[in-house]
């Protein structure tokens, strides 16, 4: 006998079934597709406590820069990208060198020196450290780096194989503590891929990862590396991970460099917001914050125990290995003319600009390498007497010299009538605000203009020879506080001034359109960041090189501006047959190629990059601010291992 | 027959030929953008200033292209796509390169759903039942009240509604956690320590969302009863001696709420797409930042496995309601 099912009856099995499906779709099913085997993390018994598993007084905490790690139990960091900031590169893991920007030194970790190479450069020798252990207490030796170039090799899935397969010919341990690298041609950078700069070739553990039959699949959980701390746990879901100090600290090149290292776990945590940031830090809950420049004022007038890497104006960290501006596409008109690139130089009123930009923040240069470590030492001073007696054509037998020693000064004092107070000694000025840039001279740019067919409208418009109006799309990413916005919206903002149609266009996919050719003007660095230690230009110069230049359409390997010349390359070859540790004739020749730079100017510098980082004096003092530089300031950057044994506590 | 051959089978056939047309549109969308997952890779690790050799470039973005299986035309992706799709596999993610696309919503979605099914259903719940009550006894100051605090609080941002109660009960009374799902060392088990962890966590996103939710269900419920209420079988009602309670549950909510309803199916079946503000200020975990980040990234494979579900959630959601408001509304019949 069948029974129709009434309006009620269906609403309770309807609120059933709709109450199972919910409970059902709450608990984790199981899993398909690849899996990657490893040891489970470390699973408290009870809900650890901040105060409990981690006690506070011994523990840093920091945010990690690049947001919630999408694979958080995958530590292989051979393939793609695996969030290394999180902790990985910098307190896990040792390279053989690392770039410290902040005194313009290499500090060789794994190495204990610097390389030695043939006179032909096709072969070197590394030595390693001696005494050093992974953090699994198996000890390092010259048999994990042949490992390491053995295995990226073979597997063309790991991110370096082709620049390995490409470049050596053989790898062998000469003893335990040596290793010898025969080359495939003359290359006299080739250590340079071990170098860390945000990222270089990593030593694996050989016997870890010779017992994997895949080791591109290899999860790599828990990571063992060389550094002062290993792995204590992460959250599956990627907001934090947590690492403890080594017992055996002291056989980690940290240890054995700078001594013990103080805080006893150092968790990286992820933060999706900056307003959480500094409320976190405000209520003590977060050590280091990465904020904008807004977000550092705010936290600065508001918390008694934060201070900003500068005590006072500009605050900033403005010791960046990297140099910010403006990038044109000299494969496109009108930008393939010197001319047109040195009027919307001069175009720029530099004070304008980086208060547009930074709040006057920002350390000038006039050249393609930032103010900062060893490069205003052996270039930008050096240079001065140079970049004051040059001149560019201006037509009709006139010259003009564009380069401006009174910027810096001119920017102090627009900072000072803003009402910021900081020390006016000569010293603090140059570091502050750099030694110079270039004059705004509409005037002059007008005359470059009008020498190459350029003419103005009854509207003051600028146009082109052609008659049509000049338009310029300046090219930038989504993130307005990110840099390379801040460089567009200031210079935009100038050009309009000067009467050209110029406007912002913002892209996620700027790295696609740089390397294809398709934009006018952009953002992106005017040139390669340098190493940001040691006075060698090769990174910077060599970007500029003619064999990477593809035609538009095509993705360069080169720099975007898709500029060279016959004289740099000859200044390239130059250097890539000079010995990169002779620092004298490695300079010379630095400074011929920044001159040839800064005469075609492909892209115009502006100031170095700069970052608003608060430290929260609770917990951890001793910080290495400008007043104290002992070490980079960034806690995301390879060498904050370095910074740890220096911190102290304050036993709050 | 009738009810399957004339509404039941049409209605199915629609159902999976716009499920059909979704993935394949979702499949188009990613491609035909210029976001090239290969070159945004190149471009991470170069922005993070990693030292990438110019002579191998070639060589990194050929391996990438076949890591990533993007080697051969759409139409042998598209078919490839369907082949895994048939084995319950989406692939990996090209970002977070080689975690399986099915791992990293499996990880994710369980924060989602307990977070946003447990919200919308509080919020349409007490929105209407309270709304519905200030609709029938709209003239009452308690009425009134309940309508202006609504009237203050729905067109407030999210983000600084839920920001204000961050700084109120995180900062200043400090009764809640700043940020995240869980405490700092917390790893997930079925002990109740963590499950109280999580709730604890839980409070202020899910209060963020029920009070600005529950307003909305509050305002379109008020204004439905309100019109419900002068409709002329509820004047006939009233003057023919029905009780106030049986005109109010039976007659006038009844009929306001069927609008709601459609509401509150397609609002379940959005919740696939995750809540990506909420996540933002609070840290929180969930679907919503990783599909974010996904279509910043040009992670097709990660963007295809949560859009998926997000059509056949709403999809159904709306099969649902079609062939279930004959039961809530009596006058609908399939015939």
Redesign the interface.
């Known amino acids: 006998m069948s029974k129709r099912m009434g309006?009620r009856e269906?609403?309770k099995l309807?609120s059933y079934s709709a109450g199972g499906v919910?409970l059902a779709?709450?608990?984790?099913?199981p899993?398909?597709?690849?899996?990657?085997e490893g040891p489970a993390?470390?699973?408290?018994?009870?809900?650890?406590?901040?105060l409990?598993?981690?006690p506070r007084r011994e523990t840093l905490?920091a945010r990690i820069l690049?947001?919630?790690v999408?694979?958080p139990d995958?530590f292989n960091e051979w393939?793609?990208?695996k969030w290394r900031d999180r902790g990985t590169q910098n307190l896990a893991n040792e390279p053989l060198w690392s770039v410290d920007f902040a005194t313009g030194n290499i500090i060789p970790g794994a190495a204990e020196g610097d390389p030695t190479y043939s006179p032909d450069f096709m072969s070197l020798t590394v030595p390693l450290r001696k005494g050093v252990a992974w953090s699994d207490g198996e000890p390092f030796t010259a048999a994990d780096l042949v490992y390491t170039i053995d295995t990226l090799m073979k597997y063309?899935?790991f991110?370096?194989?082709?620049?390995f397969?490409?470049n050596v010919a053989a790898v062998t341990a000469v003893d335990d503590y040596t290793v010898k690298f025969d080359l495939k041609q003359p290359n006299s950078r080739f250590h340079?891929?071990f170098?860390d700069?945000?990222?270089?070739t990593w030593i694996m553990p050989k016997h870890i990862f010779e017992k994997e039959t895949d080791p591109?699949?290899f999860a790599f959980n828990p990571y063992v590396g060389i550094g002062p701390y290993k792995l204590h746990?992460f959250?599956?879901?990627?907001?934090?991970t947590?690492w403890e100090k080594r017992e055996d600290w002291g056989k980690s090149p940290t240890g054995i460099l700078y001594g013990e290292p103080k805080p006893k776990y150092i968790?990286f945590?992820?933060?999706?917001?900056e307003?959480?940031q500094i409320?976190?830090q405000?209520?003590h809950?977060l050590d280091v914050a990465e904020l904008s420049a807004d977000g550092l004022k705010a936290l600065l007038s508001q918390s008694k125990t934060s201070r900003a890497y500068q005590p006072t104006f500009p605050f900033v960290v403005n010791n960046d290995p990297?140099i910010t501006g403006v990038l044109f596409n000299t494969a496109r008109k009108p930008f393939d003319n010197i001319d047109v690139r040195w009027a919307l130089t001069l175009a720029i009123d530099i004070v304008e600009y980086t208060s547009i930009a930074v709040d006057g923040s920002g350390t000038l240069s006039p050249v393609h390498v930032p103010h900062l470590g060893p490069y205003p030492a052996d270039y930008i001073k050096p240079m001065q007497e140079w970049l004051k007696s040059f001149t560019i054509d201006v037509g009709n037998g006139e010259t003009f010299a564009p380069y401006d020693t009174t910027a810096p000064k001119r920017i102090a004092d627009f900072a000072r009538s803003r009402g910021y107070i900081f020390p006016d000694t000569q010293e603090f000025l140059e570091q502050a605000f750099g030694l110079g840039w270039y004059k705004f001279a509409p005037e002059i740019a007008t005359k470059l203009l009008e020498k190459n067919g350029f003419k103005k409208d009854a509207d003051g418009k600028w146009l082109l020879p052609d008659g049509t109006p000049w338009k310029i799309s300046f090219m930038c990413g989504t993130v307005l506080s990110n840099h390379d916005a801040r460089n567009a919206a200031a210079a935009v903002q100038q050009w309009k001034k000067f009467g050209i149609d110029a406007e912002m266009y913002t892209?996620?996919?700027?790295?696609?359109?740089g390397?294809t050719g398709d934009f006018d003007v952009s953002g992106a660095w005017p040139a390669q960041?340098p190493w940001g230690a040691g006075p060698d230009l090769y990174?910077v110069l060599?970007?500029w090189?003619s064999a990477?230049k593809k035609p538009v359409g095509e993705?360069t390997?080169?720099i975007y501006s898709r500029w060279s010349s016959d004289a740099m390359d000859t200044i390239i070859k130059d250097l890539r047959e000079t010995d990169p540790f002779n620092n004298d004739a490695v300079i010379a020749l630095g400074i011929e190629g920044l001159k040839e730079a800064v005469t075609n100017m492909p892209g115009i510098p502006t100031y170095g990059y700069i970052g608003f980082v608060g430290w929260d004096e609770y917990y951890w003092t001793n910080w290495p601010g400008s007043e104290n530089p002992y070490n980079e300031p960034y806690t995301h950057w390879p060498n904050f291992k370095y910074t740890t044994p220096f911190l102290k506590s304050t036993g709050a | 027959m009738t009810f399957l051959k004339r509404y039941l089978i049409p209605r199915l056939f629609q159902y999976f030929l716009v499920i059909w047309l979704g993935i394949t549109v979702v499949f188009l969308i990613p491609r035909l953008t210029p976001n090239d997952p290969v070159m945004r890779m190149i471009g991470e690790m170069r922005g993070r200033g990693s030292t990438l050799e110019p002579g191998a470039m070639d060589g990194i973005i050929r391996d990438l292209t076949q890591m990533y299986g993007l080697e051969g035309s759409w139409l042998d992706q598209y078919w490839a796509f369907w082949v895994r799709l048939a084995h319950g596999d989406f692939g990996v993610s090209f970002f977070q390169f080689p975690t399986p696309v099915n791992k990293l919503i499996a990880t994710a979605i369980p924060w989602t759903l307990a977070l946003l099914l447990t919200t919308t259903a509080i919020s349409w719940i007490v929105g209407n039942i309270i709304g519905g009550l200030a609709g029938y006894y709209s003239r009452k100051g308690w009425s009134r009240t309940l309508d202006a605090i609504a009237m203050v609080i729905r067109p407030l941002p999210y983000y600084i509604f839920a920001f204000s109660l961050l700084l109120l009960f995180a900062y200043v009374v400090r009764w809640f956690p700043i940020t995240g799902g869980a405490s700092l060392g917390a790893i997930p088990s079925l002990s109740w320590a963590y499950i109280k962890d999580v709730l604890w966590h839980s409070i202020l996103p899910a209060l963020s969302l029920i009070i600005l939710g529950g307003a909305v269900n509050f305002q379109t419920m008020k204004l439905f009863v309100q019109n419900t209420n002068s409709e002329s079988f509820v004047q006939y009602a009233k003057m023919g001696g029905v009780t106030e309670d049986r005109i109010v549950s039976k007659y006038v909510i009844r009929n306001a709420i069927l609008p709601q309803i459609t509401g509150l199916a397609l609002s379940l079946g959005q919740i696939f797409s995750g809540a990506l503000i909420t996540e933002i200020v609070f840290s929180y975990p969930g679907l919503g930042m990783l599909l974010y980040r996904a279509i910043i990234n040009g992670d097709y494979n990660l963007i295809m496995g949560i859009t998926l579900l997000s059509i056949v959630g709403i999809t159904t959601a709306i099969l649902v309601v079609d062939l279930t408001y004959p039961f809530f509304d009596p006058r609908v019949r399939y015939n």
């Open positions: 309006r269906f609403m309807l919910i779709a709450c608990v984790p099913g899993q398909k597709s690849v899996e990657v993390t470390k699973v408290p018994e009870e809900v650890a406590d901040v409990g598993t981690f905490i690049t947001g919630r999408g694979s995958n393939v793609g990208w063309d899935g991110s370096a194989h082709t620049f397969v490409d340079t891929t170098l700069r945000w990222g270089c591109v699949q746990s959250d599956p879901q990627g907001s934090w947590a968790i945590q992820y933060f999706a917001d307003g959480t409320l976190a405000l209520t809950q990297c892209t996620e996919n700027g790295d696609g359109l390397a960041e990174r060599d970007r090189n990477y993705r390997q080169g």
